[in-house]
């Protein structure tokens, strides 16, 4: 879907950017670039990307600036400070990408918790998160999480998602898949 779509831009922006006469683009072209690897949490590609962008075009770009200190948030795994640089006012070409890797951040740290935490002080679910405290009551619900009453910070306790039960296979099968394989080696 939407992943899929980033991978084909991604490629689509990178054989244009090789194709450049002189090697050297359109700073449009750099951001929507330096956004996809940052949705696609490529942080050796835009770390990559921002050392190729000419110094120049660097700093006048106020835009690129910003990106810049949203990867050095992902890459110093620093997710209260993702959310301060991330709200920003990005331009037309790169907005939905931007708004998509804050939405896929928010979701991947709330599973994350769901799954490491067995319980968890609102406040520090609300900066892990970025959420309001209503934001937090309603997501709660909707996860089936519990929230403690009481004086703030209040308690939450996650409920663990289901572990997927591993594929059983009975010894008699991978007897029989490698001797399949050692006699494919042998003949």
Not at 18 to 37: D, K, M, R
Not at 47 to 76: D, T
Request: charged fraction near 25%; proline fraction near 4%.
């Amino acid at each position: 879907m939407f992943s899929e779509k980033i991978r084909q831009l991604t490629a689509l922006l990178e054989k244009q950017e090789l194709e450049a006469p002189n090697g050297i683009v359109s700073i449009q072209l750099y951001s929507e670039l330096f956004a996809a690897y940052l949705y696609q949490n490529d942080l050796c590609n835009a770390r990559f990307l921002w050392k190729r962008i000419p110094q120049s075009a660097k700093n006048g770009h106020a835009e690129l600036e910003q990106m810049y200190k949203v990867y050095q948030c992902l890459w110093n795994n620093d997710t209260a400070g993702f959310y301060k640089v991330i709200n920003h006012d990005w331009s037309k070409h790169v907005s939905e990408l931007m708004f998509e890797l804050k939405e896929k951040i928010q979701a991947e740290t709330v599973n994350l918790i769901g799954r490491a935490y067995s319980s968890i002080f609102e406040n520090v679910f609300a900066e892990m998160t970025n959420q309001t405290p209503d934001m937090i009551d309603e997501m709660c619900r909707t996860l089936n999480w519990e929230i403690m009453p009481g004086a703030q910070p209040r308690l939450i306790m996650p409920k663990h998602p289901a572990a997927e039960k591993p594929i059983v296979v009975s010894s008699e099968d991978q007897l029989q898949k490698l001797t399949d394989f050692v006699s494919f080696l042998e003949n």
